[in-house]
């Protein structure tokens, strides 16, 4: 099967494990499901839809990609795949709904993750691969698709990568620049030569305040969590709901708008990021968006090293963007109708 990748260019998938995975119903539901969330409140106003594919679905498909490209071994691979797929609706907008979720970790995914999957056709897939679902599940086993911040993993690298090709911040051959400085030493991500590692956090960090823990994705966050917790408490749709694309989420809970205002509100909401202030002084809502920020290793000469020892002012940085960010929001218009005390 030949894929089009918009970082990797063309990519064939042949093996038959993969390939049915691929062509699952639980893998192709990804392709409804965002990675960031909700793209209308995101950077780019009225970004042609066509154009914007940013979905769990071709970001799976690419840390697949990715290892492959450097000789991963087969269940790395497969772990890479389906890494995502336990990704409610809006991604890790989850983490705001629900109350075991955790918004400066983002983490309810990871934690749902071997539930979820349990409940899918893909331990019956395994099964007639003979492959061993705790082992793909333990990503203790595969140290290149998954290392904790503010190391380099696949997962890592391709969703950066990724974003940054989609918003326009770098083209195809740039990002295919980037992968091709990189280099498998002892079963880690190293770049080859001190200034591409630079050039390469430069850009993490720059989507990091942009996108990843950015005001307009605090706006995000808030005002679809707002609009799912709000339907989720008028039954408009179960949790279990919310396990559909983001689209079917939608199209469910939005057929109550002609007779809910407060419905209506918060959709407009979250349609509208001018409707917010960032105002620490006078807010309505606190929010906590986990912030991203890498320091990766690089070979300096005959030595290997992180781009903060090389670059004590990286290290500031590296310590300063780990930490949460906090928004103040103050809802400037779309205001809730209260309910009458009898």
């Known amino acids: 099967m030949i894929f089009e990748d918009r970082v990797y260019g063309k990519k064939n998938i042949d093996d038959p494990l993969a390939l049915e995975i691929v062509n699952s119903k639980y893998f192709q539901r990804l392709k409804g499901i965002d990675q960031a969330g909700w793209p209308s409140l995101w950077e780019k106003e009225n970004y042609p839809m066509e154009e914007f ?171 679809v969590a707002d609009y799912l917790q709000y339907a989720l408490k008028k039954k408009y749709i179960e949790e279990r709901g919310l396990y559909l694309t983001d689209k079917e989420v939608i199209e469910k809970i939005n057929i109550h708008l002609g007779q809910d205002k407060n419905l209506n509100v918060l959709w407009k909401r979250m349609n509208d990021k001018n409707c917010f202030e960032n105002n620490p002084n006078n807010f309505d809502v606190e929010v906590i968006c986990k912030s991203r920020i890498v320091d990766p290793i690089c070979l300096d000469g005959n030595d290997i090293k992180r781009v903060s020892e090389i670059d004590p002012a990286w290290k500031k940085i590296v310590s300063r963007e780990s930490k949460p960010k906090k928004y103040y929001l103050k809802y400037k218009k779309y205001e809730l109708s209260k309910r009458k005390k009898s």
């Open 53 to 223: 594919e940013h979905s769990r679905f071709t970001h799976s498909l690419g840390v697949y990609f990715l290892l492959e490209s450097f000789g991963s071994e087969r269940e790395e691979r497969i772990a890479g795949l389906i890494h995502d797929i336990s990704h409610s609706a809006f991604s890790h907008t989850i983490d705001y709904v629900l109350a075991h979720g955790s918004p400066e970790k983002q983490s309810h995914q990871d934690n749902f993750h071997e539930e979820y999957i349990s409940k899918t056709d893909i331990p019956e897939i395994f099964k007639k691969y003979e492959i061993d679902l705790k082992y793909i599940l333990d990503d203790k086993n595969f140290p290149l698709k998954e290392k904790e911040l503010p190391d380099l993993c696949a997962d890592r690298i391709d969703y950066s990568l990724r974003t940054a090709v989609v918003f326009d911040e770098i083209d195809q051959k740039e990002a295919q620049k980037i992968v091709s400085d990189l280099r498998i030493i002892d079963s880690r991500w190293v770049f080859s030569n001190y200034k591409s590692a630079r050039q390469y956090t430069g850009l993490f960090d720059r989507l990091n305040k942009k996108y990843y823990s950015g005001l307009s994705t605090a706006i995000m966050f808030r005002s």
